[in-house]
């Protein structure tokens, strides 16, 4: 009988323990836009499913890694309407302790300068409304992101912005996302682009924005604090439309209307960012490790090329044949063959073995090790 007793005594002090494994809750209530009663503002509903993607993966890291335990709710097609837009928010429960993470995907627009969300039935929301609503969930953490324009409600999709070299997934540092997530408060609320201005999307990608944030910083490239990882965002944001500017993608329609407005590029605008809530050094997280990528000259020749660290100006390198560079550096690194005014040709690469080769037609081409080719 004691042993029964001390046994249950221990299990009662342990229990606990096994409980703050996931003590914490991320709310999550994704809107997806990708069901408009106006078909042509449904060319955007393939780029919209795509952020969704993203998302997913980033949720999935905080779940595995027992960070969070992820409660989500997602609205889309006909449903994405704004009655059940806003009664939903205005539904949901969410306790001090908790987190709450809202997202918007779609059509928006500005009207005597005020931007507002279009919704699937041809309502609006705007966006004061909708801070307002979510700033009275009693939430320790809120998070309002949207991806819309902020400046017109006219389709705006982009097509062929790929990589044609896929870098491999980075190694997942837990105490970056811990920090992140749990020891942070207040209100983080940020728009894929500043008043008068288009947020573009691509159908391979994503919305510009939301690939910038949740796929190529959160996912791939952390940071440890938020602050961090929103000037790491809206800089890849900014390159991206000025990787599409530039490389005369613009239809010419849409191209004359920019410049009408005099539009400069996508800006990520940041309405209120929240407060670290332990920033005395003992409980924040190891820095992440920088990207070690290994450059291989396979060819009979030299090969010229770019590099930028981060988000730094190219800096050119020569490398002879069957000479081997390596770069250890934190951040996103691009690679060029075509020089550094020519920002289109940049591609991204990431942890691992990439080889320069002679192709059948004589270009040298980038090509990560574990792609397949015939040479």
């Given at each position: 009988m004691k042993r029964t007793g001390l046994l249950l005594l221990f299990l009662l002090l342990?229990?606990?323990?096994?409980?703050?494994l996931f003590a914490v809750t991320l709310k999550t209530l994704i809107i997806l836009e990708d069901k408009y009663n106006y078909k042509k503002l449904n060319d955007i509903a393939q780029g919209v499913r795509v952020n969704y993607k993203h998302i997913k993966k980033l949720l999935r890291i905080l779940e595995d890694n027992h960070i969070v335990d992820v409660e989500e709710t997602v609205i889309s097609g006909k449903d994405a309407t704004k009655k059940n837009i806003l009664k939903t928010i205005g539904d949901m429960k969410?306790?001090?302790d908790e987190l709450f993470l809202v997202y918007f995907a779609g059509h928006g627009g500005m009207k005597k300068g005020k931007t507002f969300f279009s919704t699937a039935e041809g309502g609006m929301i705007y966006r004061k409304d909708f801070e307002e609503i979510v700033k009275e969930k009693p939430a320790k953490l809120k998070i309002l992101i949207t991806d819309a324009c902020s400046a017109s409600i006219e389709e705006l999709a982009h097509k062929g912005l790929l990589d044609s070299v896929v870098p491999k997934e980075s190694e997942v540092n837990p105490e970056i996302y811990r920090n992140l997530f749990l020891n942070y408060a207040g209100f983080l609320h940020i728009s894929a682009a500043s008043e008068g201005e288009f947020a573009w999307v691509s159908p391979a990608k994503g919305g510009f924005f939301s690939y910038a944030l949740f796929y190529m910083t959160l996912y791939r490239n952390p940071?440890?604090?938020?602050?961090?990882?929103?000037?790491?965002?809206?800089?890849?944001?900014?390159?991206?439309?000025?990787?599409?500017?530039?490389?005369?993608?613009?239809?010419?329609?849409?191209?004359?209307?920019?410049?009408?407005?005099?539009?400069?590029?996508?800006?990520?605008?940041?309405?209120?960012?929240p407060v670290m809530v332990n920033s005395g050094g003992k409980n924040l997280p190891l820095k992440s490790d920088g990207q070690v990528v290994k450059l291989i000259n396979s060819t009979e020749n030299k090969v010229t090329y770019y590099l930028i660290?981060?988000?730094d100006e190219p800096d050119k390198y020569v490398l002879k044949p069957g000479e081997i560079q390596t770069f250890e550096q934190p951040g996103v690194m691009e690679i060029s063959l075509n020089g550094p005014a020519a920002k289109n040709t940049f591609l991204v690469v990431n942890n691992g073995t990439y080889y320069f080769y002679t192709d059948r037609n004589g270009e040298i081409i980038l090509q990560s090790d574990d792609q397949q080719t015939i040479r």
């Open positions: 342990i229990i606990p323990s096994f409980s703050n969410v306790d001090r940071s440890d604090t938020w602050e961090e990882v929103i000037a790491k965002a809206k800089s890849f944001t900014q390159k991206s439309y000025k990787k599409m500017y530039d490389s005369g993608k613009i239809p010419k329609k849409v191209l004359k209307e920019i410049k009408q407005l005099g539009i400069k590029g996508q800006t990520p605008k940041v309405y209120s960012m660290n981060g988000y």
